[in-house]
């Protein structure tokens, strides 16, 4: 029996690595330009930099209501009526009268309105280590993502000289079993290793078409390229600083950490402004005024008139007793005090348990490194020495699938420890509040040099295979 595939489907994979390979434009694709293409675009690294835009708005609002207060006004009244006087006739009224003044107020004694200042600069402070914080989660963001499509593509690319080595390997036995060299089962086995091997590739494609989707979601565009970890890269170490030392590090400035702290500090002047709620005010006013009249609608004559007032005054105002309002509102801050406190320590906690791990998946990460470089070369001897085998009859053909197997896996591994490798440093330098565009400009160091990306490109076993009337079972 011969099993066909419609020829669609069977292209289908292959057409999506064609997709990869046109979809996006032709601008650059090294790490610094998508990050500074992602800063452009991400959706919350922007929320964060206009949250910090309007956070400093509020320390000047806080000045602002420590400065003298300047007013002016000015009104215009038309007075119409008849007036009955004893027993004259009556008499029509129209008067008209007008003032205008000025009002200069300074605050002398604000206890509270001190407080909101120290506030507004704590909110500012805060806004800045969510805006930080928000910068170095973009840029874990980013690399995360870059790193899996670079794995993913890898793994495409394994798997299509996987796949290309299993279908000679397939045409190898079918040519043995032809002359009589080898059994049918070498030929089953082929076979079999073969659909197994097509099915990982197009799971392959599909994780790589999803990677590649999660990095267009931060940049707001497709990925056309890939810059991959160069081989000979030296890839980031632990340069004799002690765990100790990235601990201290963290505490004093990891952005969380900095976030609960100045959080800490916004609850304290919020405190501080309740407490000042209780104490008494002082504000100097001065008046400047001129009033004008044609006359009065209730005396008999008009005579007009025109004042200029000229007043200074100071003014007390002590709240004694408001219900118990102020008592609990401090109550209340006093208790968000305590919380916010509880939450830094916790940041702290958090900071150190970061700091450990990525301190501890470098090392690892350092040491899969060096073994899977010799895994590699290792298993490259072994499967040219199966073949070998395999040619002279001391090796069956599943020896040398396996010891093919074992050799791409060595490479995705290879891939896969380095791209780690890279990621547990950008977690210790987050963690450390260490992460800065100086950072991304390190890793990009260690990738492929611009003019030799990664390509996805339709290989000539792909071509072969989706011929729809090729068969695809060995009838025995």
Request: with cysteine; aromatic share 8%.
């Amino acid at each position: 029996m011969f099993r066909h595939r419609p020829w669609a489907w069977r292209l289908a994979p292959w057409a999506l690595v064609c997709t990869v390979a046109t979809a996006g434009t032709a601008w650059g694709q090294n790490l610094s330009d998508l990050y500074a293409l992602a800063r452009e675009h991400d959706a919350e690294f922007l929320a964060a930099r206009h949250s910090l835009d309007a956070a400093r708005q509020r320390s000047p609002q806080a000045w602002g209501a420590l400065l003298p207060q300047l007013s002016y006004s000015t009104s215009r009244q038309t007075q119409k009526g008849t007036l009955h006087f004893a027993d004259e006739e009556p008499v029509a009224k129209d008067v008209e009268s007008r003032n205008q003044g000025w009002q200069l107020t300074q605050g002398i004694v604000r206890p509270q309105q001190w407080a909101a200042v120290r506030q507004a600069n704590a909110f500012e402070a805060q806004a800045e280590a969510e805006f930080v914080r928000a910068q170095q989660d973009l840029s874990m963001r980013l690399v995360q993502a870059y790193l899996d499509a670079w794995v993913a593509s890898e793994s495409v690319r394994v798997s299509a000289g996987q796949l290309e080595g299993v279908k000679a390997q397939q045409g190898l036995a079918k040519r043995n079993y032809e002359v009589g060299v080898t059994t049918i089962t070498d030929v089953y086995e082929a076979q079999a290793k073969f659909d197994l091997t097509e099915a990982q590739s197009i799971g392959a494609l599909n994780d790589l078409n999803a990677r590649l989707a999660e990095l267009e979601q931060i940049l707001g565009r497709p990925v056309q390229q890939l810059h991959g970890i160069a081989e000979d890269a030296v890839l980031p170490g632990l340069t004799g600083e002690p765990l100790a030392a990235w601990v201290d590090l963290s505490h004093d400035a990891q952005p969380d950490v900095l976030l609960a702290k100045a959080s800490v500090d916004v609850a304290k002047a919020g405190l501080l402004q309740q407490k000042a709620a209780f104490l008494p005010t002082v504000d100097l006013t001065l008046n400047n005024g001129t009033d004008r009249s044609t006359g009065s609608v209730t005396a008999p004559a008009d005579v007009g008139y025109r004042t200029r007032t000229h007043q200074a005054a100071l003014t007390l105002n002590w709240s004694l007793f408001d219900g118990g309002q102020s008592y609990f509102r401090t109550r209340e801050s006093a208790y968000q005090l305590s919380k916010v406190q509880a939450d830094l320590d916790a940041a702290q906690r958090r900071a150190t348990t970061s700091v450990r791990l990525a301190y501890a998946g470098i090392r690892s990460g350092q040491a899969q490194i060096r073994a899977l470089t010799s895994a590699v070369a290792s298993s490259k001897k072994a499967l040219d020495a199966s073949k070998v085998g395999y040619r002279i009859g001391t090796r069956i053909n599943i020896d040398v699938l396996n010891a093919e197997n074992q050799y791409f896996a060595a490479q995705r591994d290879f891939a896969k420890a380095r791209a780690d490798t890279v990621m547990q440093w950008v977690r210790l330098q987050a963690a450390s509040g260490s992460l800065t565009d100086d950072s991304i400009d390190q890793i990009n160091a260690w990738l492929a040099p611009t003019g030799q990306p990664i390509k996805f490109e339709m290989t000539d076993f792909a071509n072969e295979s989706i011929k729809a009337d090729e068969p695809r079972r060995v009838k025995p």
